[in-house]
């Protein structure tokens, strides 16, 4: 289920302007999110540290929380995005947890780091810009809702 470029580029670009509203005095180690909806729409997130370390919260589990409270649980597509160079930052395993929770198994999951710069030239897994792996690629075996008869993937 891989997304049209204008969609993909949107949403990657909505990522990029997350991060940019990091919280992360401690790590400095800002990571972005946007989940796209099943309407359409983009919900963005940010990391949000906090000086009791632990409680500090990632992107994606920010982007996840703040779209359910605004009542949306159906998502076609995640984007990620950080300062690293290459595009290898990826959800950590809370998140992968978190997001299998809402997300199909295909579900794909963008992930940029700052060599991406919007361009007329079609993104694609380069492995240098963008890679792109679905959930269950990032979370083989997983558990999750429909083990405890709540829906089906
Ligand atoms: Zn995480």
């Given at each position: 289920?891989?997304?049209?470029?204008?969609?993909?580029?949107?949403?990657?670009?909505?990522?990029?302007?997350?991060?940019?509203?990091?919280?992360?005095?401690?790590?400095?180690?800002?990571?972005?999110?946007?989940?796209?909806?099943?309407?359409?729409?983009?919900?963005?997130?940010?990391?949000?540290?906090?000086?009791?370390?632990?409680?500090?919260i990632?992107?994606?589990?920010?982007?996840?929380?703040?779209?359910?409270?605004?009542?949306?649980?159906?998502?076609?597509?995640?984007?990620v995005?950080?300062?690293?160079?290459?595009?290898?930052?990826?959800?950590?395993?809370?998140?992968?947890?978190?997001?299998?929770?809402?997300?199909?198994?295909?579900?794909?999951?963008?992930?940029?780091?700052?060599?991406?710069?919007?361009?007329?030239?079609?993104?694609?897994?380069?492995?240098?810009?963008?890679v792109?792996?679905?959930?269950?690629?990032?979370?083989?075996?997983?558990?999750?809702?429909?083990?405890?008869?709540?829906?089906?993937?």
């Amino acid at each position: 289920m891989s997304l049209e470029q204008p969609e993909l580029k949107r949403l990657l670009k909505a990522s990029i302007q997350a991060k940019e509203t990091a919280y992360a005095p401690y790590s400095n180690f800002r990571v972005g999110a946007a989940l796209l909806c099943d309407d359409g729409t983009i919900i963005p997130g940010c990391n949000v540290e906090n000086a009791s370390y632990g409680a500090g919260i990632c992107a994606e589990r920010t982007a996840l929380v703040s779209a359910v409270s605004q009542g949306k649980k159906d998502f076609r597509a995640i984007a990620v995005s950080s300062d690293v160079p290459s595009p290898s930052v990826s959800p950590c395993g809370i998140c992968r947890q978190f997001i299998r929770e809402f997300c199909s198994l295909d579900t794909p999951i963008y992930m940029v780091g700052s060599n991406y710069t919007e361009s007329d030239k079609e993104v694609k897994d380069d492995g240098e810009t963008m890679v792109v792996k679905t959930l269950e690629e990032l979370l083989p075996m997983s558990f999750g809702p429909e083990f405890l008869g709540k829906k089906k993937v």
